[in-house]
C-alpha cells in the first residue's frame, strides 16, 4: 500500500513539474487530440445518419459514457499491465499523459502572448493573439476590454484546465486507480463539452447530454476552488457573500463561480457585454471594482492558481501518505 501510495505522490509531483516547466510543446502529440479525433467521428456519423431530436440524444449519452468512462478504464487497464512488466516504465508513461491533462503552463503562456503586445502598445497584435482563446469577437475591444477579457479566461480555466484535473488526479489515487484514470476522464468530459455541448444547432441535441454531465464533472471541484480562493484571500466571507451574491446569474453552473470568487479575492469586476458573431450577450456583472482591472491583477489571478495548485498537491499527499501507513 505504501508503495502504491508513494508511487502515485511521485507522479502526481513529477507531472505538476513537468506541466511547469515544460506544458504543451506546440506539434507534440496530446491525448486531446485523440479524443477529438474520435469524437469528431462520432459527430459526423450522427449528423449523417440519425436525423431526428431522440436518436440524437441518445447518440450523444451513449457518446458521453462510451468515451469519458472508456478512456478511464483503458488508461487504467494499460498502466496496470505495464506495470506488471516494468514499473518505472509504467510511472513514467503515467506522469507524461498526466502532465498534459494540466494547463498551467498553457495559461500563462496564452495570457502572455495577449499581454505583452498590448504593453508594447500594439492593440491589433493583441486582439490577434486573443482571437485565438476566445469566442467573442475582439476586432473593436479596447484595451481594458482585452483585460477583461483575459482575467475572464484564466479565472474561468483555472478551474477546468488546471485545478479539476489535480482534483480528479487525486480522487483517482486515493481510490487506488493511480492518479491518471479519473483526471483523463475528466479531460474526455470536458473535450466533449468544448467540441459538442452547444446549445445552437447543429448541437442542440447531440450536445445536450455532454454539457450537462461537464457541468457534473465540474461543480465539486469548482466549489472547492471558491473555498481555496476565498482561504487564500485571507477574506473567506467576503468572498464567498459576492460569490453568493453574483454567481448564480451566470448561465454556467461552474464558470460564474470561478470567475466571481477570483473577482472577489482581487477587487475587481467582470463580465458585461460581450460581442459574438455581432450580436450583443450579456454577461452578469461579477465582484466589486474596488480596483482598476490591469495586467497586475491578471499575473495575482494566475499567482492564485498557482497557489492553490500546491496547496491542494500538499492535501493529496498527505492523503495518501495516510492510506500508505
Not at 511547469?20 to 506539434?27: A, H
Not at 469577437?137 to 482585452?146: F, G, M, P, V
Not at 476522464?185 to 447543429?202: C, E, F, I
Request: hydrophobic share 50%; charged share 15%.
Amino acid at each position: 500500500m505504501m508503495s502504491a501510495s508513494l508511487t502515485a505522490i511521485a507522479v502526481l509531483g513529477l507531472a505538476a513539474v513537468l506541466d511547469y516547466g515544460l506544458g504543451d510543446p506546440w506539434g507534440w502529440p496530446h491525448p486531446v487530440q485523440v479524443l477529438g479525433w474520435l469524437i469528431a467521428r462520432w459527430r459526423d456519423w450522427t449528423f449523417r445518419w440519425l436525423k431526428s431530436a431522440i436518436t440524437q440524444r441518445v447518440s450523444g449519452v451513449v457518446l458521453t459514457i462510451v468515451l469519458v468512462a472508456g478512456s478511464a478504464i483503458a488508461c487504467w487497464a494499460v498502466f496496470d499491465a505495464i506495470a506488471r512488466w516494468s514499473p518505472l516504465l509504467s510511472a513514467g508513461l503515467q506522469v507524461i499523459l498526466l502532465a498534459s491533462c494540466f494547463a498551467g503552463r498553457s495559461l500563462r503562456e496564452a495570457a502572455a502572448e495577449v499581454l505583452k503586445p498590448l504593453a508594447a502598445g500594439d492593440l491589433p497584435a493583441a486582439k490577434i493573439a486573443l482571437s485565438r482563446y476566445v469566442g467573442r469577437d475582439t476586432d473593436q475591444l479596447s484595451a481594458t476590454e482585452i483585460q477583461r477579457a483575459v482575467l475572464e479566461t484564466v479565472t474561468e480555466n483555472a478551474t477546468d484546465g488546471v485545478l479539476a484535473p489535480l482534483f480528479y488526479a487525486g480522487l483517482s489515487a486515493v481510490l487506488g486507480l493511480g492518479p491518471v484514470p479519473l483526471a483523463i476522464a475528466y479531460k474526455a468530459a470536458s473535450t466533449l463539452d468544448s467540441m459538442v455541448g452547444y446549445r445552437r444547432p447543429p448541437y442542440t441535441h447531440l450536445g445536450w447530454f455532454p454539457a450537462r454531465s461537464e457541468d457534473v464533472w465540474t461543480w465539486l471541484p469548482c466549489r472547492c476552488v471558491v473555498l481555496t480562493i476565498a482561504i487564500l484571500s485571507s477574506q473567506p466571507q467576503q468572498v464567498w457573500q459576492i460569490c453568493c451574491r453574483d454567481a448564480p446569474a451566470d448561465p454556467s453552473p461552474n464558470a460564474g463561480w470561478s470567475e466571481a470568487a477570483y473577482a472577489a479575492a482581487l477587487g475587481v469586476q467582470v463580465g458585461g457585454d460581450n460581442h459574438y458573431q455581432g450580436q450583443i450577450v450579456s454577461k452578469p456583472l461579477l465582484g466589486d471594482p474596488v480596483r482598476s482591472l490591469d495586467t497586475t491583477v491578471i499575473q495575482q489571478a494566475l499567482r492564485l492558481t498557482r497557489i492553490a495548485f500546491l496547496l491542494w498537491l500538499s492535501v493529496i499527499t498527505v492523503l495518501l501518505l495516510l492510506q500508505g501507513r
